[in-house]
C-alpha cells in the first residue's frame, strides 16, 4: 500500500518509492514498493532495514526513512 506524506520544504503531497542500488553510479527512483524478491535478493540473513523513499509531487524534493 502506498502512503502519503507531507512535504517537509513545501508541504504538498509526497508519494512513496523507493531507489535501488544498480551499480551504476546514478541512483534512481521508482514508485511505489520494490518486489519482495528484489528486497531479499541481497540481505543473505544480515539485519537490514528496508529504506522508503518520498517524493515530492511538487517540488521533487526525496526524504528516505529506514523504519523497523
Given at each position: ?15 512513496q ?52
Amino acid at each position: 500500500m502506498t502512503e502519503h506524506k507531507a512535504c517537509p520544504r513545501c508541504e504538498r503531497t509526497t508519494e512513496q518509492g523507493f531507489i535501488p542500488s544498480v551499480g551504476r553510479g546514478q541512483l534512481l527512483w521508482f514508485a511505489g514498493v520494490p518486489p519482495a524478491t528484489y528486497r531479499e535478493s541481497f540481505m543473505f540473513g544480515r539485519k537490514a532495514l528496508t529504506v522508503t523513499t518520498y517524493r515530492c509531487s511538487a517540488c521533487g524534493y526525496l526524504e528516505s526513512y529506514a523504519e523497523g
